[in-house]
Nanobody
């Protein structure tokens, strides 16, 4: 099993920045890729970004390209999501996820482990 714990959410004004962290523990050797998803009230969960665990290959949703950056620190078993130029429409609960298979898939069902989520609120 793999446990994921997110942190770094909060309230920020539009145009501001936040950095989310996701610390993985347990059988981290089984992780091949990690991703960030988000879910706003009344909306479906959507893909935000993903990164391969070993090679640093990344993928982003069009809505966050150029504003968000995903990175990882394998020594700390931690993945980060740097969010800049935040917009009110970025408001959501952000979830970290990990999968045992390779590939930066955008479908949430392809991920095996999930964190509890962290709230990000962007005020206008």
């Amino acid at each position: 099993q793999v446990q994921l714990v997110e942190s770094g959410g909060g309230l920020v004004q539009a145009g501001g920045s936040l950095r989310l962290s996701c610390a993985a523990s347990g059988r981290t050797f089984s992780i091949m890729a990690m991703g960030w998803f988000r879910q706003a009230p009344g909306k479906e969960r959507e893909f935000v970004s993903a990164i391969s665990w070993g090679g640093g290959i990344t993928n982003y949703a069009d809505s966050v390209k150029g504003r968000f950056t995903i990175s990882r620190d394998n020594a700390k078993n931690t993945v980060y999501l740097q969010m800049n130029s935040l917009k009110p429409e970025d408001t959501a609960v952000y979830y970290c996820a990990a999968r045992r298979n390779s590939g930066l898939v955008t479908r949430g069902g392809a991920y095996d482990y999930w964190g509890q989520g962290t709230q990000v609120t962007v005020s206008s």
